[in-house]
């Protein structure tokens, strides 16, 4: 279907929610591997870590490590998403020849507080999933294992 001039509704928000853009939209950064795989044409893999091709940039330009990079990426496992990240992103991240990096999490939370995002319960409760008053209230949507690890941080 091609959309014409007359199927613009003015009416719709077509805003993007703050904290999809803000908190959610970064549901990736756990799915982010510690090496990118390349396949060269003649089917040898190497394989490079995330930091070195982010300040060795020119070798994308080139036809060919694109290439390399492409059919790399189609055969190499996504990370799931999980609360899980590559040291890379965590005090690593654009570290080049310095003691410490960036830290990505570090600063997704940061940008939340910027944003002046509510809190996990505040957000859950806004998509109608109820109040959640204790760890228990939250055994439906957080996995077992995270809310362990929550429940004992929160008692040291």
Do not use: W
Not at 78 to 100: P, W, Y
Not at 122 to 139: H, I, M, P, Q, T
Request: proline share 3%; charged share 20%.
């Amino acid at each position: 279907m091609v959309a014409t001039p007359h199927d613009y509704n003015n009416t719709l928000n077509a805003a993007i929610a703050n904290e999809f853009a803000a908190a959610a939209y970064r549901f990736g950064h756990s799915m982010i591997p510690t090496r990118f795989l390349m396949e060269a044409r003649d089917n040898t893999y190497t394989s490079e870590n995330l930091n070195s091709m982010l300040f060795s940039p020119f070798g994308l330009y080139s036809s060919e490590m694109m290439g390399n990079l492409a059919r790399g990426a189609s055969k190499q496992r996504a990370h799931q998403v999980d609360s899980s990240f590559t040291r890379e992103i965590v005090g690593k991240l654009f570290q080049r020849n310095l003691t410490v990096g960036l830290d990505l999490i570090a600063l997704n939370i940061q940008r939340g507080r910027d944003h002046g995002l509510g809190s996990y319960v505040a957000s859950r409760k806004a998509c109608g999933f109820g109040e959640a008053r204790d760890f228990n209230d939250l055994a439906k949507s957080i996995h077992p294992n995270i809310l362990n690890r929550l429940r004992a941080y929160t008692n040291t």
